[in-house]
């Protein structure tokens, strides 16, 4: 049966309530260790105590961690992220705890110092097929996480693991397909084929393609889409959040007409094609309201408004998406591919405008600049050394890889490999032992 083809009216059935046996298989399969768990409880408790997830409490956000005493960094945006995702998805119908499961691992794949180290590993990683965290993020789900490991002794079947290998955290189908915001290799984009945005190296195509058996070519299932606008929701809020807690944003600066201009040329950048006047509009809509911050002076006062801002933001997004989805779609639960989620274009442009405050007066600012040009240093010099000395410089799992390797292709993904799973100070102190204090 084609569990792609779930309808919201179609019969509950077994496990996790709306979805088919198949999109609770994994690729390796195994017992239930403890009766009354759903699939979709073990993925989420399974992403929840990796090392994976821990790790991004030293990656970047916005500001990087070493430099704030109470910085928001890739792991408290995934926690955020995933508490957002489970309410929006359950108010839909989806299983809060697949939901839940994917949030938590869209962000796995960073590497140190967000997306700058990101961009600068993509070009170190040229010669083996290039970097993309979301690509990095099913790598390190299926097979860089150590938990499960294919068997030894069974022959090579069509879509399965090669005998043996790392199966990594061998989440279920439906998870690993949630966890997929972009689903299609480099190049394979279903409109933009010059897309910078892809989900599968070429080296994970073969659990790719069994976690898309019978998806539609390019289409996001819904659990990723409810992801995907939960990941947006989150960091636009708070990251503006932040800018205004450490005196970065003034509110009245968004009165003025000269910068609200270069504002809008930045929140072009997150909806293409769209008029000055639309996003003046939206920020018009947004600053109305009662609850949006006119003055912050960092007291008790004006921090318990600027929490109250982010619930009310947070809730209004979500809120929209949920209303208009369920005015396409109906009431009943939606799930996997029986429905697309709907967040109307006014939302869509109040977030962009968020996200460019953001970039704006957070990410622009003269010694941000200065501090990502020392990082894409950082990771180039990183990977030249490594490369050059390698297995030496390796930790264990990644010297295996090294020398397993057939090629100089497959060498140099397990030094990006080894690169993408350090954090912002790992980096620097590998930095120093290996390029600064030669």
């Known amino acids: 049966m084609d569990d792609t083809d779930q309808a919201p009216d179609r019969p509950v059935v077994s496990g996790p309530a709306g979805y088919e046996p198949a999109a609770e298989a994994r690729w390796v399969p195994e017992p239930d260790k403890r009766p009354g768990r759903t699939a979709f409880q073990r993925d989420r408790a399974r992403v929840l105590h990796s090392a994976a997830l821990r790790r991004l409490a030293g990656t970047t956000q916005v500001v990087a961690p070493m430099l704030s005493?109470?910085?928001?960094?890739?792991?408290?945006?995934?926690?955020?992220?995933?508490?957002?995702?489970?309410?929006?998805?359950?108010?839909?119908?989806?299983?809060?705890?697949?939901?839940?499961?994917?949030?938590?691992?869209?962000?796995?794949?960073?590497?140190?110092?967000?997306?700058?180290?990101?961009?600068?590993?993509?070009?170190?990683?040229?010669?083996c097929g290039g970097f993309e965290g979301n690509a990095q993020s099913l790598r390190?789900?299926?097979r860089l996480e150590p938990k499960r490991f294919a068997p030894p002794e069974e022959a090579p079947v069509r879509l399965a693991p090669r005998p043996g290998r790392s199966v990594g955290l061998n989440l279920t189908r439906a998870a690993l397909d949630a966890a997929t915001k972009y689903p299609w290799a480099r190049g394979e984009h279903p409109t933009e084929p010059q897309s910078a945005k892809y989900g599968v190296y070429a080296e994970d195509l073969a659990v790719f393609r069994w976690l898309r058996a019978a998806a539609p070519p390019g289409r996001r299932c819904f659990e990723a889409t409810v992801m995907d606008w939960s990941d947006d929701v989150a960091y636009s809020v708070h990251d503006v959040e932040d800018g205004l807690h450490a005196g970065h944003v003034a509110?009245?600066?968004?009165?003025?007409?000269?910068?609200?201009?270069?504002?809008?040329?930045?929140a072009a950048h997150y909806a293409p094609g769209t008029a000055a006047e639309e996003f003046a509009e939206a920020l018009d809509r947004l600053q109305a309201e009662e609850w949006w911050p006119r003055t912050y002076d960092g007291?008790?006062?004006?921090?318990?408004?600027?929490?109250?801002?982010?619930?009310?933001?947070?809730?209004?997004?979500?809120?929209?998406?949920e209303r208009a989805t369920r005015e396409r779609h109906g009431p009943g639960r939606l799930t996997r591919y029986g429905a697309e989620l709907v967040v109307p274009?006014?939302?869509?442009?109040?977030?962009?405008?968020?996200?460019?405050?953001?970039?704006?007066?957070?990410?622009?600012?003269?010694?941000?600049a200065e501090l990502r040009a020392r990082q894409r240093i950082v990771i180039a010099e990183l990977a030249e050394a490594l490369v050059r000395d390698a297995p030496h410089g390796l930790d264990p799992v990644f010297r295996a890889v090294f020398e397993e390797a057939e090629d100089d292709r497959a060498r140099l993904r397990a030094v990006v490999d080894q690169i993408a799973s350090l954090t912002d100070t790992s980096a620097l102190a590998l930095h120093r032992r290996l390029v600064a204090e030669r």
């Open 299 to 321: 007291s008790a006062r004006d921090r318990a408004r600027l929490k109250d801002t982010t619930s009310q933001l947070i809730g209004r997004f979500c809120l929209a998406a």
């Open 345 to 368: 274009r006014a939302t869509r442009l109040e977030c962009a405008v968020l996200k460019a405050v953001a970039v704006r007066y957070v990410m622009q600012r003269a010694e941000q």
């Open 251 to 266: 509110p009245a600066a968004l009165t003025s007409p000269a910068e609200r201009a270069e504002l809008f040329h930045v």
């Open 140 to 142: 390190i789900l299926t």
């Open 69 to 127: 005493d109470f910085p928001r960094t890739r792991l408290t945006h995934s926690l955020e992220c995933a508490q957002v995702g489970r309410e929006l998805g359950a108010a839909l119908g989806c299983d809060p705890d697949l939901v839940e499961a994917a949030c938590l691992a869209h962000d796995l794949g960073h590497p140190p110092f967000g997306h700058t180290g990101e961009a600068a590993l993509d070009r170190a990683a040229a010669a």
